[in-house]
């Protein structure tokens, strides 16, 4: 059984809904060997001057985020261990890049999950994004944003929810399916290979048409050209759904092949069995 779960959020993140400690108790109640936190760092955000609901994202208190972090590491040890991470939101400019290889190299996070939010100038979760544009169009422009990421220059570990993008489309079929984007979903797959990259499972799903993303016939893929790094992760930003569908992703991921998930830790990968 999967015991571990890195990518959640806290208040720490704009989005986030609970306290650190609320969250580390959960961990702890499930089970989990390794529980992680890996709050949003939006510095897309601020470069492409996107806005929710006509409002500024508020950003990260960073230094508060990482003492609070530190302190609950040190008082939770022998309990659970308590990884302190980011997630970094990708983004092409070479001022947000330089602030998360900045933010990186003065914290110096358990783990770095790199992600793709924004696209186009918008965030690709939101509605305004598919305004105007077919399925195939949006998400092409999505994924190869992804292939772009993989060569950001902050030394990032996970790569995360391949289909952010499917989460709340409104076509009438949102599935991301490999079979419909294989040309540049290859070119993701083999370069998270040969990076040495982790490749997430994600269970916030939403209505992408599958328990996880990215589905099956992706995972499938990644496992065929060789790849063997995954990583299960709720994406959480409350206590009620850390570790949700740990089950359904662990079958899943036995079905194909895959006999453990690969855990980013201050710069060592360690396996545990599924």
């Given at each position: 059984m999967i015991r571990t779960d890195l990518h959640t959020h806290t208040f720490f993140s704009a989005d986030g809904r609970q306290d650190m400690r609320v969250m580390l108790e959960?961990?702890?109640s499930l089970g989990f060997k390794y529980y992680g936190t890996?709050?949003?760092?939006?510095?897309?955000?601020?470069?492409?001057?996107?806005?929710?609901?006509g409002k500024e994202v508020r950003q990260i208190d960073a230094d508060a985020y990482f003492s609070r972090g530190r302190a609950l590491q040190n008082e939770y040890k022998g309990k659970i261990c308590y990884l302190v991470g980011a997630e970094f939101a990708y983004d092409d400019s070479s001022r947000?890049?330089?602030?998360?290889c900045e933010a990186a190299e003065k914290y110096s996070p358990d783990f770095i999950i790199n992600s793709v939010h924004t696209c186009l100038g918008?965030?690709?979760?939101?509605?305004?994004f598919f305004a105007g544009k077919s399925k195939e169009f949006a998400y092409n422009a999505y994924l190869f944003r992804i292939l772009e990421s993989l060569d950001a220059p902050y030394p990032y570990d996970i790569v995360a929810h391949i289909g952010y993008c499917s989460r709340n489309a409104k076509?009438?079929?949102?599935k991301l399916r490999y079979r419909d984007f294989s040309d540049v979903l290859d070119a993701i797959l083999k370069k998270i290979i040969a990076k040495n990259k982790i490749l997430e499972v994600n269970t916030s799903a939403k209505t992408a048409g599958s328990p996880f993303i990215p589905d099956t016939?992706?995972?499938?893929?990644y496992f065929g050209l060789g790849g063997r790094k995954v990583l299960f992760s709720s994406?959480?930003?409350?206590?009620?759904?850390?570790?949700?569908?740990?089950?359904?992703?662990?079958?899943?991921?036995?079905k194909i092949g895959f006999t453990h998930v690969t855990l980013p830790v201050r710069g060592r990968q360690i396996e545990e069995e599924l």
């Open positions: 959960k961990a702890i890996s709050e949003h760092f939006d510095y897309d955000y601020v470069a492409k001057h996107v806005k929710i609901g947000a890049q330089e602030k998360y918008r965030d690709c979760y939101f509605p305004e076509y009438p079929d949102p016939d992706i995972l499938q893929r994406d959480a930003h409350d206590e009620t759904r850390i570790g949700e569908k740990r089950e359904t992703v662990s079958e899943a991921l036995k």
